[in-house]
């Protein structure tokens, strides 16, 4: 059964930082793209960032370009986000999601086949 698993969320203050992971069991996860997905309250879903299998390449919205950062440890079969300079429109459900036998990465959510159940990351001003 193919399970993701995300942790690491929590409250923080405007400027702080937080580390989630998403642990991955029942497939070989390395040969798939892997991204981080966030939804805020009456809002849709919307794309974060995404990593290639090999890790060799990655992708991001640009509202967290240069304060996020996607990372995953294939042997661990996990995936990191590492969130800097954190603003209170980052407060959302992270989730992350596995893009089923394709190491390619893409932003839209209907290319990702597993999901996890998600985070919550709340910034408070």
């Known amino acids: 059964q193919v399970q993701l698993v995300e942790s690491g969320g929590g409250l923080v203050q405007a400027g702080g930082s937080l580390r989630l992971s998403c642990a991955a069991s029942?497939?070989?996860?390395?040969?798939?793209?892997m991204g981080w997905f966030r939804q805020a309250p009456g809002k849709e879903r919307e794309f974060v960032a995404a990593?290639?299998?090999?890790?060799?390449?990655?992708y991001y919205a640009d509202s967290v370009k240069g304060r996020f950062t996607i990372s995953r440890d294939n042997a661990e079969n996990t995936v990191y986000l590492q969130m800097n300079s954190l603003k209170p429109e980052d407060t959302a459900v992270y989730y992350c999601?596995?893009?089923?036998?394709?190491?390619?990465?893409?932003?839209?959510?209907?290319?990702?086949?597993?999901w996890g159940q998600g985070t919550q990351v709340t910034v408070s001003s």
């Open positions: 029942g497939r070989t996860f390395s040969r798939d793209a």
């Open positions: 990593i290639t299998g090999s890790g060799r390449a990655t």
């Open positions: 999601a596995a893009r089923a036998g394709s190491p390619y990465i893409t932003s839209s959510l209907d290319d990702y086949d597993y």
